[in-house]
């Protein structure tokens, strides 16, 4: 699974983080939260790298958080209920792309 968080609530050092009930992306610890990455061509869009997720259950509960870059002290956890994303059969589709946007409590999954 690859994220693709849209968010612009990030201050220059900060980074975009996915955490939630899988272990690949925390087991809901931030200090294991999974980073994001963006560049000047792409902000305000973050991407993870792709991260192995157990193939059940297929619901997958996430939050994003906005914290300094290379620690896990002082994150700011967007507001509002947990995302929740409703991973593909792992026999039938090998990979997904999970995409949001900061504020906003849409998620697509593809």
């Given at each position: 699974?690859?994220?693709?968080?849209t968010?612009?609530?990030?201050?220059?050092?900060?980074?975009?983080?996915?955490?939630?009930?899988?272990?690949?992306?925390?087991?809901w610890?931030p200090?294991?939260?999974?980073?994001c990455?963006?560049?000047?061509?792409?902000?305000?869009?973050?991407?993870?790298k792709d991260?192995?997720?157990?193939c059940?259950?297929?619901?997958?509960?996430?939050?994003?958080?906005?914290?300094?870059?290379?620690?896990?002290?002082?994150?700011?956890?967007?507001?509002?209920?947990?995302?929740?994303?409703?991973?593909?059969?792992?026999s039938?589709?090998?990979s997904?792309?999970?995409s949001?946007?900061w504020?906003?409590?849409?998620?697509?999954?593809?």
């Amino acid at each position: 699974v690859k994220f693709a968080i849209t968010c612009s609530a990030t201050n220059p050092g900060e980074c975009v983080y996915v955490v939630g009930s899988a272990p690949g992306i925390g087991a809901w610890d931030p200090a294991k939260a999974l980073p994001c990455t963006t560049t000047a061509a792409t902000f305000p869009v973050w991407t993870s790298k792709d991260v192995e997720l157990p193939c059940e259950p297929r619901r997958l509960e996430f939050k994003v958080v906005v914290g300094p870059e290379g620690k896990k002290e002082g994150m700011r956890w967007e507001g509002g209920d947990n995302r929740v994303a409703h991973l593909p059969d792992a026999s039938k589709k090998k990979s997904a792309s999970v995409s949001c946007t900061w504020g906003r409590g849409e998620v697509s999954v593809v």
